[in-house]
């Protein structure tokens, strides 16, 4: 059995969970830079992180010009509070392109969303959110080839529909959010973890933001200095997964 997995990461979530697969692990930001758009194996698996209850725009833009072929494709979503109507938005983007999926699935994780949520607040929940049991379950499922359609229901279509669009406009504006205090040494991490190539930053100077963000946040949660600080945020601890690097989140987004 082959199996190859898309995924998408910023602080480390998606990609624990794509380790957790015997598969070849392709990043989405890498397989925009390297013009692969043509993806073909016996199984493959698509991990992407729940952005306001949608599919990150740098995902969706993606998947919609790629072609996939398999006998048995899967989806996965992480998300940390309420994931709306995200699988039919993403089952919506493969069809659009001809493709599709026979196994969708939710993965309740931590939400490090900083102008919304305390860190510190969903790290102590971690024991409620039975991440291991029900990570377990998912891979069981993919390798039974277990199909399992997405069950999203009317309101969550409908509040995906709204945020979705909002999120769409927004993340254009995120760069203004971001400030850098003068504990940054320029090291130049987070212009290396960012995605969208969105930052730049030249050595022993602070980081410029452009107009292109993702809204990850993976330039905030992997600054060694915490120098980068959003001007709405609800904490202040920070956020990697801990089964997760710095250096695989750099080659993840390069």
Known sequence: MYLKIVYFTGTGNCLAVAKRFDAELLSVPQLI???????????????????ANSVPNIV?????????????????????????????????????????????NKLL?????LPLFDVKEQIAKLPQKDIETNLNRIVEEV??????KENDSLTDKLLTC???SFEHKYV??????FRVTDSCIGCGICAKVCPVKNISQTDKNKPVFAADCESCFACTHNCPQGAIQPKLQR?????????ITLNEIIEANN
């Open 235 to 243: 904490s202040r601890e920070r956020f990697r997964n801990p089964e």
């Open 109 to 113: 994780m931590v939400d490090n969303y």
């Open 143 to 148: 390798n039974a080839r277990t199909v399992k």
């Open 33 to 51: 830079k390297n013009n692969c758009y043509e993806l073909t194996d016996d199984l493959i698996g698509i991990i992407y992180p729940d952005y």
């Open 60 to 104: 969706e833009n993606y998947l919609k010009k790629c072609k996939i072929k398999a006998d048995y494709v899967f989806v996965i979503a992480t998300y940390g509070c309420f994931a709306g109507g995200t699988l039919h938005k993403m089952r919506t983007i493969l069809e659009s392109n001809g493709n599709k999926a026979d196994c969708y």
């Open 172 to 177: 254009k504006y995120t760069s203004k959010m």
């Open 162 to 164: 709204i945020l979705g």
